[in-house]
């Protein structure tokens, strides 16, 4: 079995690595060939699929033109495309009413076209109502939406899909619907896949726009590879359009947005469709990019789930390293991920904030969650001494510099006021000399943290230092072989 | 005699202070008038004086037109103008030659002069080589220049003197004289008095120029009180010369100097009299001329001369601080003060910087001069953990983000390299993770020392730590007081 890996590949070097550059497209080919073989649908995924979904929508309209002769059914998203990747098991059923419905009788019609068609589901909330459930092995989600002339005129962001469907669906075919496939399975080997708000990374919609775009997955590595972010598309050409409109706020010309990567929305300019990518996805996807290329491995397809790090793994790099790791741990407040994650990522940057003004030095922070929550800081600096220097106004500036000096003059307990360069300074007692003791104080609920969080910190919180951070492992062991054995 | 003290003085405060500010005045100038008794010379002092110049300048004419008939001799300096401060024995006699004079006949006869006017004299080297020496207890300098047609056609610093003599006796009288005694002993006893490289204070020259330019010392110090640097005089308008002419590198009009404070020499435009003052000390002057007009007091016309620190005083600032202090201690380069403080600050300076590089956090830093010489930092951070971050190119800018990449992609010493934000980072060993092997290695002579100070580390130094620096409290007590109580 595993002699057979090597077979009907291209010569490589010592190291493994293709020689020149032919070779080296063709080693990339062997091996996307090898990727799609595992991650195309086969026949029998593709029938059950298709008689999945054609149930499914024949329920759907049924129930739907039973309250509204004028609605209809579209399946969109992956399976409704032919991009999904095997095992995907996604059906995406919008049941779609005209604009001239209210919005309540829409989420009723909506929920109860969703429960007929998914006896079994249950709802859920976005920004409609809708129900989910599963139907012969597949996560269905039934969603209601307004049928509308436009992807501009859309009252909510559920509306826009079908417009988003429409668009694809003109312009993949087979081979580029295998692109696609290669394109997401890469991405989320890197772990860039998922506009979810925890990854802030591409979403498939992004993802077959940038294959459709390039022309396929070979020349979308080759574009990425050479990017200068910000990179700028615009498929539809939209912003010729505004630059000769004046209703459009784009100065100079340029994209309104402040994002690494622009891609305007072909079915609205006002959109950018990669507006969650963070440019640190961006930049892994540009360095995965140029190692795929240089050095094709079908590694770099498979999505690394690293073995939890172990205690005596732990010890080792914390002696090596001699910094203060600190774990703050709460319970995971019951949120879903996409309200989680920004939420304690506001919390970690004002606790490295607050720790940073107290001159206690960050060298890396980052959050954990499972059923527990966890703001990790790993300090460089974790004491100060007792005093701090404190700079006043330049003595010329006679108001504020009489206020300082007066304020500090009679004080025993400073030192100075005295003058360095042209200001007053003086030497003054810290509030905390030591980051524990910040940390385990009320004033860490002062650092401007997510509000779930801060509720929850409130109720109580553990401070975790140095070698009892182990006490993580447990929980969160996978996430410290990742923080503690980085890639990019 | 103590109980007469406050004899005299108007009406004060419970504080000590006046209430208003007719009673301030009032105050200012009793206490004025008590400081003048002191430091004017008395008429015996005078005569004595007078009579020492008159034989002395008498010694230098029958030497000087024995060997130049064209020559002449003038006396120079505070003593010259009555502005000298009771108990300062300096007489300066300038010995002029005609321009025609070849300079080394001038140093020649100079010397000769000089020999001839003060028999036990010696002889030191400035711009041109002088004889000094003592005379009925002054302190007397006989020094050779040419008699040149303008300041401006000088050809070393001390031809330019006269030309001040002469500017200022024309424009002081005796209540002017006194101001500037006052002026001078204020400055001393705030520290700011004094050119040389040390003190980086107010010339005698400057002192006089200001309470002439301001007319008196009390408009002098509501001036000071109230500049905004870059305070910018011009006594005799050269600015305005200069603005109509083409010739000069002024831009639009300003003094072409970047000194706090700028006083144009009346007698040479290109020259800023006060470019050695330092910021602090201007600052200082503001701070203290702010405190005297609201509260004065007669100490601060009196000196500070701090007591010696105690071992006990120096342990408990140490205990109370938390920092730690360092000392590297050396001989001190045989060299004059205005070489040796330049030198001194600049390896001080460069010492910071080197420990800031490293992340090494220094308070406050000191050099100390005696029979040895010491760069003092007090750290608040004097150790570091084994890594540092290492922050690589933004992945897209393609080459030297490759380069970084590779260069630390197979090197087992480093944590990475991974991204954060749109660059690769590393977090790499550490050269020195603390402060005192940096220091103790031969890194430290790699921070831009000056000169002597490099040759003289090179032949040895040891560096005191904590409390063992009280080893600096034989030869630097009063020093180390002032360091740990320190006022502006």
């Known amino acids: 079995m595993s002699d057979d890996t090597g077979e009907g590949e291209p010569e490589s070097g010592a190291d493994g690595a293709p020689e020149d550059a032919d070779a080296r497209t063709a080693a990339l080919e062997a091996i996307t060939e090898r990727v799609l073989e595992r991650i195309s649908p086969d026949d029998v995924e ?69 429960h007929e068609t998914l006896p079994e589901g249950h709802e859920e909330y976005a920004e409609h109502p809708y129900v989910t459930g599963e139907y012969d092995g597949f996560d269905v989600d039934v969603v209601p939406c307004f049928r509308l002339e436009a992807a501009t005129d859309i009252r909510s962001a559920v509306d826009r899909t079908p417009f988003h469907n429409r668009y694809l669906e003109a312009r993949l075919d087979g081979e580029t619907a295998d692109d696609v496939r290669l394109a997401k399975q890469f991405l989320k080997a890197i772990g860039a896949y998922g506009s979810n708000l925890r990854t802030e990374g591409f979403s498939g919609y992004l993802t077959e726009l940038l294959v459709v775009e390039y022309g396929g997955f070979r020349p979308l590595l080759e574009a990425a590879a050479d990017w200068h972010p910000p990179v700028e598309l615009d498929p539809e050409d939209h912003g010729r359009a505004r630059e000769t409109s004046s209703s459009r706020n784009g100065a100079d010309g340029d994209y309104p947005f402040d994002d690494p990567l622009v891609v305007i929305d072909p079915t609205d300019p006002e959109r950018n469709v990669a507006a969650v990518c963070s440019a640190a996805n961006v930049a892994r996807f540009q360095h995965y990019a140029r190692e795929v290329l240089e050095s094709p491995r079908i590694d770099l397809f498979e999505p690394d789930e690293p073995e939890p790090l172990g205690p005596d793994e732990l010890a080792a790099h914390l002696d090596r390293r001699e910094t203060t790791p600190i774990a703050i741990r709460f319970d995971a407040p019951a949120l879903v991920d996409d309200q989680l994650y920004p939420q304690l990522q506001k919390s970690l940057d004002g606790v490295v904030s607050g720790l940073d003004r107290r001159e206690f030095d960050v060298l890396r922070a980052e959050t954990f969650a499972d059923a527990s929550a966890v703001l990790f800081v790993e300090l460089a600096v974790a004491e100060r001494p007792a005093v701090e220097r404190h700079e006043g106004p330049p003595v010329h500036v006679r108001g504020h510099a009489e206020g300082f000096h007066d304020a500090y003059a009679d004080d025993e307990t400073v030192y100075g006021p005295f ?70």
């Open 46 to 114: 593709r029938a059950t699929m298709h008689a999945a979904a054609e149930e499914l929508l024949a329920r759907a309209t049924a129930a739907a033109t039973d309250r509204c002769p004028d609605a209809d059914v579209v399946q969109v998203g992956s399976t409704a495309r032919d991009t999904w990747i095997s095992g995907d098991r996604d059906i995406d059923v919008f049941v779609r009413f005209p604009p001239s419905l209210d919005r309540e009788t829409l989420e009723t019609y909506g929920l109860e076209v969703g």
């Open 419 to 488: 003058i360095d360069g042209d200001r007053y300074v003086v030497e003054r007692g810290r509030d905390f000399t030591d980051a524990i003791s910040f940390l385990e104080s009320d004033r860490l609920l002062d650092v401007g943290l997510g509000a779930h969080v801060e509720t929850a910190l409130e109720d109580e919180y553990e401070v975790l230092v140095g070698s009892d951070v182990s006490a993580l492992l447990e929980e969160f062991g996978a996430a410290l072989r990742a923080y503690f054995e980085p890639t990019p």
